[in-house]
């Protein structure tokens, strides 16, 4: 069973979809992250979350919607996204907020219409 | 803030050649340093980390050694293999606010060719 699982694989949405990414983490983890893979970009940490509390939001837009019902699942809600959204989204988990070693899934493929 | 610089790519070799990807590294303190690998259409593996400056990482051959005073973690293996073709990234951790979070260089990607 691999540690991080991420679902969908793949994902093409129009602007005025509203969808929801899905993460699991199998390692007995706490903390909980987004990133944001964009072509030619370096990754952008967008929310962290810390036995369930967010502990960063980085200046994301409100059109992302993190939510993290417990620590060993995350979700990111989207909603009246803009082709500039089109990215990879990968989740990452560490065993505590003091861990630095960050495990991440697949990465779910996003691609707004 | 903290920041990391990586050669920028591609880099291609054959294989059985030796592989350096650069990677340089600005930071307050002395934070732990990494390389991730992204195979295609996969999410980032741990390659490979160093927690303190002289640390050698190393894992499937590939070794990076944290030197502090060059503010350097430079990916080095001796042979590489088409296996190998990926995209490699350096990170260093930034503790802020209590909990850790990994700044990443833009990645270099590294084709190897038979």
């Known amino acids: 069973e691999t540690g991080v699982t991420q679902t969908p694989r793949h994902l093409v949405m129009g602007m005025t979809n509203k969808k929801s990414l899905k993460c699991e983490q199998h390692?007995?983890?706490?903390?909980m992250y987004w990133y944001k893979q964009s072509a030619k970009k370096p990754l952008e940490l967008m929310f962290v979350?810390?036995?369930?509390?967010?502990?960063e939001n980085n200046s994301v837009p409100s059109r992302f919607s993190p939510e993290c019902p417990n620590s060993s699942h995350l979700f990111l809600h989207l909603h009246t996204l803009q082709p500039e959204d089109s990215a990879l989204y990968l989740c990452?988990?560490?065993?505590?907020?003091?861990?630095?070693?960050?495990?991440f899934g697949p990465g779910t493929r996003l691609t707004v219409l | 803030g903290d920041s990391v610089t990586q050669m920028e790519g591609p880099v291609t070799l054959s294989e059985e050649a030796f592989l350096t990807i650069n990677c340089t590294y600005t930071?307050?303190?002395?934070?732990?340093l990494f390389w991730y690998v992204q195979y295609p259409g996969e999410g980032l593996q741990l390659l490979l980390k160093?927690?303190?400056?002289?640390d050698k990482g190393s894992n499937k051959g590939f070794e990076a050694t944290y030197r502090k005073e060059t503010t350097s973690f430079h990916l080095e293996k001796g042979s590489v293999q088409v296996s190998d073709s990926a995209v490699y990234f350096c990170?260093?951790?930034?503790?802020?606010?209590?909990?850790?979070?990994?700044?990443f260089g833009a990645g270099t990607r590294l084709a190897v060719h038979p």
């Open positions: 990170a260093l951790n930034e503790v802020s606010g209590g909990y850790n979070k990994l700044i």
């Open positions: 930071a307050t303190g002395y934070p732990s």
């Open positions: 160093a927690t303190k400056a002289d």
């Open positions: 390692l007995g983890h706490n903390a």
């Open positions: 979350y810390n036995f369930k509390e967010q502990t």
């Open positions: 990452a988990s560490t065993r505590g907020p003091d861990t630095d070693t960050q495990y």
